[in-house]
Nanobody, 113 residues
Framework: QVQLVESGGGLVQPGGSLRLSCAAS????????MGWYRQAPGKQRELVAT???????NYADSVKGRFTISRDNAKKTMYLQMNSLKPEDTAVYYC???????WGQGTQVTVSS
């Protein structure tokens, strides 16, 4: 059974940084592309960033140059480094493995002064 567990969310001031982690189990981690999504109150869930098995990355325009997605196959963990955070980045952030239809429980990120 695939399990994805996000961590690292919290409250941060505008301009600050956070690093999210997604720990995976029940799957051969290195075989799958993975992604981060987010959902703000009253809005649809949206794609933030993806990373392929080989480490190629893709970002939503709204986070390009500020967020960095990465993965450590040995630790079975994916990361999202978020810098220069803005209030509009406030959302619940979810880890996803699309081919397995797997989602984590989400971690709240709040950017506010």
């Amino acid at each position: 059974q695939v399990q994805l567990v996000e961590s690292g969310g919290g409250l941060v001031q505008p301009g600050g940084s956070l690093r999210l982690s997604c720990a995976a189990s029940g799957m051969i981690f290195s075989l799958y592309a993975m992604g981060w999504y987010r959902q703000a109150p009253g809005k649809q869930r949206e794609l933030v960033a993806t990373i392929t098995r080989g480490g190629s990355t893709n970002y939503a325009d709204s986070v390009k140059g500020r967020f960095t997605i990465s993965r450590d196959n040995a630790k079975k963990t994916m990361y999202l480094q978020m810098n220069s955070l803005k209030p509009e980045d406030t959302a619940v952030y979810y880890c996803n493995v699309d081919r397995l239809s797997a989602w984590g429980q989400g971690t709240q990120v709040t950017v506010s002064s």
